[in-house]
């Protein structure tokens, strides 16, 4: 099974610039969808961004025009790249990976890393 472990979290400022990494051991990020999710306290764990086998990418509303995903096939590991943040974007990120689902359902995905904690201060 394939073992998802994210890194790159931290406290930074409003309009600030942050990058995620999600190393993926015992599997290759290109046979996965690869997504990122987010979950503030006291609430759901959010879909932000998932980038399928094929390479297509797809981000939530909040997200679109200042977050960017990517995948490395050579380092095995996907990126969040995350810009102008905002302190609503506070949150632990989670990587997950399927190999069969594609959407943006959190239940969907099989396999998750243990998640870094973003803060962003006003």
């Known amino acids: 099974q394939v073992q998802l472990v994210e890194s790159g979290g931290g406290l930074v400022q409003a309009g600030g610039s942050l990058r995620l990494s999600c190393a993926a051991s015992?599997?290759?990020?290109?046979?996965?969808?690869m997504a990122w999710f987010r979950q503030a306290p006291g609430k759901e764990r959010d879909f932000v961004a998932h980038?399928?086998?094929?390479?297509?990418?797809y981000y939530a509303d909040s997200v679109k025009d200042r977050f960017n995903i990517s995948r490395d096939n050579a380092k095995n590991t996907v990126y969040l790249q995350m810009n102008s943040l905002k302190p609503e974007d506070t949150a632990v990120y989670y990587c997950?990976?399927?190999?069969?689902?594609?959407?943006?359902?959190?239940?969907?995905?099989?396999?998750w890393g243990q998640g870094t904690q973003v803060t962003v201060s006003s």
């Open positions: 997950a990976a399927d190999a069969t689902y594609f959407g943006s359902y959190n239940y969907e995905y099989g396999h």
């Open positions: 980038i399928r086998r094929s390479g297509s990418t």
């Open positions: 015992r599997g290759t990020v290109s046979s996965y969808t």
